[in-house]
């Protein structure tokens, strides 16, 4: 079973940055594509930034030049580069990892806040 370990969220003033990592389990060559979703409390996860195993991304609107997700493949991590962060980036932040289209895995999540 694939594990996804997120760290590096907290607490952060406005217009700060954090820089969220993702440990896998085993190797992230398996992987079509990881991404990073967030969940703020009462609203769905939604989807903030994905990457392929070639290294094409994708961002949300609301973080699109603020967010850079990145993947080492050498050490089976995921991150996410958060500038300039605003209020309404705070939400629980989940790692996912899918291959292929029938298998998906996830984190256990890890908080951001940011006080305006």
């Known amino acids: 079973q694939v594990q996804l370990v997120e760290s590096g969220g907290g607490l952060v003033q406005a217009g700060g940055s954090l820089r969220l990592s993702c440990a896998a389990s085993?190797?992230?060559?398996?992987?079509?594509?990881m991404a990073w979703y967030r969940q703020a409390p009462g609203n769905q996860r939604r989807l903030v930034a994905e990457i392929t195993a070639h290294g094409s991304t994708n961002y949300a609107a609301s973080v699109k030049d603020r967010f850079t997700i990145s993947r080492n493949n050498a050490q089976n991590t995921l991150y996410l580069q958060m500038n300039n962060l605003k209020h309404e980036d705070t939400a629980v932040y989940y790692c996912n990892a899918k291959i292929g289209i029938l298998s998906e895995y996830w984190g256990q999540g890890t908080q951001v806040t940011v006080s305006s």
């Open positions: 085993e190797s992230i060559f398996r992987f079509n594509v």
